[in-house]
């Protein structure tokens, strides 16, 4: 079992930048796909941006392309998100989510998730 806790969100003003974490518990981390995912108020949860076990393959949303990076550290059991030139609709709460699939958009494919960080970017 993995559990997953976010941080690092907070209150931007739009062009601005932050830095997801989520980090891991237990030791089999990098056995686990990894994903980032969001929700805004009013709208169901949208995937973000996806790694996998390694990290040498990624996958975004076209929103965010060229805006976000996301990254593991296997060795920290860490997963991170960084999001530059925020836009007021980036605007929601921010999952990290885990599972056996690499670069599934499909939410139903992660089995782990964490209680998501708060993301609130302002015009």
């Known amino acids: 079992q993995v559990q997953l806790e976010e941080s690092g969100g907070g209150l931007v003003q739009a062009g601005g930048s932050l830095r997801l974490s989520c980090a891991a518990s237990g030791r089999t981390f990098s056995s686990y796909a990894m994903a980032w995912f969001r929700q805004a108020p009013g709208k169901e949860r949208e995937f973000v941006a996806a790694i996998g076990k390694s990290g040498a393959s990624t996958y975004y949303t076209d929103p965010v392309k060229g805006r976000f990076t996301i990254s593991r550290d296997n060795a920290k059991n860490t997963l991170y998100l960084q999001m530059s030139s925020l836009k007021p609709e980036d605007t929601a709460v921010y999952y990290c989510?885990?599972?056996?699939?690499?670069?599934?958009?499909?939410?139903?494919?992660?089995?782990?998730w964490g209680q998501g960080t708060q993301v609130t970017v302002s015009s």
């Open positions: 989510a885990a599972g056996p699939f690499a670069l599934a958009v499909d939410s139903v494919k992660y089995i782990y």
